[in-house]
């Protein structure tokens, strides 16, 4: 079966301006979390749905927002780009909620540049 | 200040050594996992370890959690290139989920 699909794979942006990044989970998944990548933070959890609703949010400004829809499919979005949000955004999706419960897979991941 | 530490960084090794990954925290987990990432990919989970001082074998890793549920160690025997990636731990306490700091392996040929 497919597996966990983000677009795009790559990203540029100008500082100030926002983006929209998209997760695909695979089929019959209803949790999906996000997470940000940098080599100086390392991978870092953004937050995680479940069933449409947000279950939990790791500590980033509001600046980082996310919603899932009813198929799953879930997007984040981050407003007013900053330089330091320059990294590879990963999704991952699972069956169950509960990030420590539950087997999870990721996706190839976004990577977003910030000019 | 990340909640779990990992050590080495960086490790490099030949081929056929052995090696072992260290994951420590101040913290107490209901569970921890381990996982493998290569370039490219995003990370791909290799066990859950639940109860303290549990060890589990998977062919020639083989990974422990603590007694006390603060730390876990990856071991791997006999290591060979496709061995090669970042190792990261992971964890839940409370509400959030966080990832070690990983460590980057690099089998030599």
């Known amino acids: 079966k497919a597996g966990v699909t983000q677009t795009p794979r790559y990203l540029i942006k100008t500082r100030g301006q926002q983006v929209t990044l998209s997760c695909s989970p695979i089929?019959?998944?209803?949790?999906v979390s996000w997470y940000q990548q940098t080599p100086g933070q390392g991978l870092q959890f953004l937050f995680e749905?479940?069933?449409?609703?947000?279950?939990n949010k790791g500590n980033f400004p509001g600046r980082f927002s996310g919603r899932q829809f009813s198929n799953s499919r879930s997007e984040m979005n981050v407003s007013t780009l900053e330089l330091g949000d320059s990294a590879l955004y990963l999704c991952?999706?699972?069956?169950?909620?509960?990030?420590?419960?539950?087997?999870?897979?990721f996706g190839q991941g976004t990577r977003l540049t910030v000019v | 200040t990340q909640l779990l530490e990992q050590s080495p960084q960086f490790l490099s090794i030949q081929e056929g050594e052995n090696l072992t990954v260290y994951c420590n925290s101040s913290?107490?987990?209901?569970?921890l996992q381990w996982y493998r990432q290569e370039p490219g990919e995003g990370p791909v989970l290799l066990v859950t370890?639940?109860?303290?001082?549990e060890v589990k074998k998977l062919k020639r890793l083989t990974f422990q959690f603590g007694d006390a549920r603060k730390d876990s160690s990856l071991h791997i025997t006999a290591a060979q290139p496709g061995d090669t990636g970042l190792y990261l731990c992971?964890?839940?306490?409370?509400?959030?989920?966080?990832f070690g700091t990983g460590t980057s392996l690099t089998v030599i040929p």
């Open positions: 370890v639940v109860t303290g001082g």
């Open positions: 749905y479940f069933s449409e609703t947000q279950r």
């Open positions: 992971a964890g839940a306490t409370g509400n959030q989920f966080y």
């Open positions: 089929s019959g998944h209803r949790s």
């Open positions: 991952a999706s699972s069956l169950l909620p509960g990030l420590s419960n539950t087997e999870a897979f």
């Open positions: 913290s107490v987990f209901s569970s």
